[in-house]
């Protein structure tokens, strides 16, 4: 995965996440792979199965912004936060999918 962000020198820590409904943040939100880079980047990876390329509509998009406002509220991390879509094919590039900053396929996990 470093290779197909292009962060391959780069030291990474991989943690998962989640936060439990409370009363500042009353739906709560579960990620399940963030890569903490040592460049001040945070990757918020998005894993999404399909058998073609992923289509985000707006209700997606809408839960990835809840997801990632609640991450950043909750921490009040001060690093950059990239969202990244892991998927089976791809993502399909239209009007809800411009918050996707960076996107890895199964052939980037398996052919690097």
């Known amino acids: 995965m ?57 209700k997606e998009e809408t839960a990835l912004m809840r997801k990632l406002a609640v991450f950043k509220g909750v921490t009040q991390i001060r690093k950059a936060v990239h ?6 094919f791809g993502l399909m590039r239209n009007a809800h999918s411009g918050r996707v900053q960076s996107e890895v396929t199964l052939d980037d996990l398996f052919n690097n």
Not at 83 to 88: A, F, P
Request: glycine share 6%; aromatic share 8%; charged share 25%.
């Open 2 to 58: 470093r290779k197909a962000l292009g962060i391959s020198g780069v030291h990474v820590e991989v943690y998962s996440w989640r936060h439990i409904a409370d009363d500042t943040y009353p739906e709560g939100a579960q990620i399940d792979l963030l890569l903490d880079r040592s460049d001040g980047v945070i990757n918020v990876c998005e894993m999404k199965y399909c058998s073609d390329v992923f289509v985000m509509d707006a």
């Open 83 to 88: 969202l990244t879509l892991v998927t089976s």
